[in-house]
């Protein structure tokens, strides 16, 4: 069993910042990457920004250069650290995490977090 859990969500004013992590736990071999998706009302998820094991990382544009996604592999969290926050940046975000859950198996899976929603207001 592997357990994503997403702390760091909030209301906050259009303008400020906020800072998410995501703890992944249970049985994991190894973690290819780590990334955040968001959902807003009525729309599909969407990447965000996302960091490979290597430390190689992306983001969607409209995040570019307010956005900064960083890792801790010893402890296997994400983080993602948000400012110049917009309205439109409004959502439930999910970590996402892809995986190998043991070393016998190469089997690559993809786990979520439950979501943590985070509100700009304007």
């Known amino acids: 069993q592997v357990q994503l859990v997403e702390s760091g969500g909030g209301l906050v004013q259009a303008g400020g910042s906020l800072r998410l992590s995501c703890a992944a736990s249970?049985?994991?071999?190894?973690?290819?990457?780590m990334g955040w998706y968001r959902q807003a009302q009525g729309k599909q998820r969407e990447l965000v920004a996302m960091i490979t094991s290597g430390g190689t990382t992306s983001y969607v544009d409209s995040v570019k250069g307010r956005f900064t996604i960083s890792r801790e592999n010893v402890n296997n969290m994400v983080h993602l650290q948000m400012n110049s926050l917009k309205p439109e940046d409004t959502g439930t975000y999910y970590c996402?995490?892809?995986?190998?859950?043991?070393?016998?198996?190469?089997?690559?899976?993809?786990?979520w977090g439950q979501g943590t929603q985070v509100t700009v207001s304007s």
């Open positions: 996402n995490a892809v995986l190998r859950a043991t070393m016998t198996s190469s089997r690559v899976s993809a786990y």
């Open positions: 249970g049985s994991i071999f190894s973690i290819s990457a």
